[in-house]
């Protein structure tokens, strides 16, 4: 039988968060010979009560649900965690498959669906992650001033801990490891906040503010954020 494992030899984990019982135990049918965990949630509200307790290694998300839909559920999971997400889901528009890349899916497999494009998907989405794991824990700037360490989400700004909210971490994460892209409040908005937060962009300035006085030794000046005018901000890695 196909084992799936992750760094630890323990079976990857994958949480399936869907309303239709019945789907869920196919699902579950179809991917545990290929090696996986399968834990299922019958709605959003209990999908993100689970997910920090299993810290799932992928979610499975359905859109369409009573009471918090997958659009919500997946703009949670997005302020604290980077775990790959599949919707799988019966909207199949163009906008709605844009609306949910945007909003943070990793992929999008429209119902109905065949098990075995299910399992390949799941499979691609896992080594993906795998090789991103794979790349330096700890990313360090202006000469070790700036340090952020992506296996235990901290940040040191010359020489102390800085504590950040999980927005604010994503936020900074994001554009660090994008270094000297210039990226638009509007790209930086639809990344982190996703397209169906009620912050807008004016939220974004004021995360990218409450950033500076942060991790800058001179806000008023910045090192790192950078605003190009008319454009958006830069992370500097200088």
């Known amino acids: 039988m196909p084992m799936n494992r992750d760094s630890t030899g323990a079976a990857e984990k994958i949480l399936v968060i869907d309303d239709d019982v019945i789907l869920l135990k196919l699902i579950r049918r179809s991917l545990e010979p290929l090696g996986f965990s399968i834990f299922t949630a019958t709605s959003g509200e209990e999908g993100l009560k689970l997910f920090p307790q299993l810290a799932p290694d992928l979610v499975i998300l ?6 918090m839909d997958g659009w919500e559920v997946c703009r949670r999971l997005r302020q604290k965690s980077a775990v790959p997400v599949i919707f799988l889901t019966a909207l199949d528009s163009v906008d709605d498959i844009v ?7 990793d992929d999008y497999l429209a119902k109905p669906f065949k098990i075995d494009e299910l399992g390949a998907r799941v499979t691609a989405q896992l080594r993906r992650a795998r090789m ?7 990313l360090r700037f202006g000469g070790g001033d700036l340090v952020i360490n992506r296996a235990e989400q901290t940040v040191f700004a010359y ?12 936020l900074l994460l994001f554009m660090a490891e994008r270094a000297g892209r210039i990226l638009s409040a509007q790209t930086l908005f639809d990344s982190i906040w996703g397209p169906m937060a009620e912050t807008g962009l004016t ?3 004021w995360y990218i503010w409450r950033l500076r006085q942060k991790i800058e030794s001179d806000s008023s000046d910045p090192r790192f ?6 454009k958006g901000y830069r992370f500097s890695p200088q």
Do not use: C, F, W
């Open 132 to 138: 991103s794991h794979g790349q330096a824990d700890v």
């Open 99 to 105: 609306q949910g890349l945007i909003g943070g899916a």
């Open 159 to 170: 020489g102390e801990e800085i504590t950040l909210s999980p927005i604010e971490y994503n």
């Open 62 to 67: 359905d859109v369409m649900m009573p009471g």
């Open 225 to 230: 954020i950078l605003t190009e005018r008319g």
């Open 203 to 205: 939220g974004v300035k």
